[in-house]
């Protein structure tokens, strides 16, 4: 089993920055790759980012934008979501995800998940 805590949340103002940390633990070695999705209210699972755990593959989703990077610190086994500019349209739940075979932007195929992150931007 694999477990994710993200941190990094909390409530800004229209053009400000934040970086979501999620620190994986259990069976890390298992982990292939891992990523963000975002979930506004109302709104379905958004992929923003995934990185595989060798930080060799990067891959942006429709939901990412300038001023959004995703990094990986293999040694500390946390992925970072540094996210600048940040508009109200950004309001979600952050959530952080791990696939243990794959690399992709598809949410059905994360087997783990944390429990999210709560960003919120006031204009």
């Known amino acids: 089993q694999v477990q994710l805590v993200e941190s990094g949340g909390g409530l800004v103002q229209s053009g400000d920055s934040l970086r979501l940390s999620c620190v994986a633990s259990?069976?890390?070695?298992?982990?292939?790759?891992m990523g963000w999705f975002r979930r506004a209210p109302g709104k379905e699972h958004d992929f923003v980012a995934a990185?595989?755990?060798?930080?060799?593959?990067?891959d942006y989703g429709d939901a990412a934008k300038d001023g959004l990077t995703i990094s990986s610190d293999v040694a500390r086994n946390t992925i970072y979501l540094q996210m600048n500019s940040l508009e109200p349209e950004d309001t979600a739940v952050y959530y952080c995800?791990?696939?243990?075979?794959?690399?992709?932007?598809?949410?059905?195929?994360?087997?783990?998940w944390g429990q999210g992150t709560q960003v919120t931007v006031s204009s």
């Open positions: 995800a791990a696939d243990s075979v794959r690399f992709s932007r598809g949410f059905l195929n994360y087997d783990y």
């Open positions: 990185i595989t755990t060798s930080g060799g593959h990067i």
């Open positions: 259990g069976r890390t070695s298992s982990i292939y790759a």
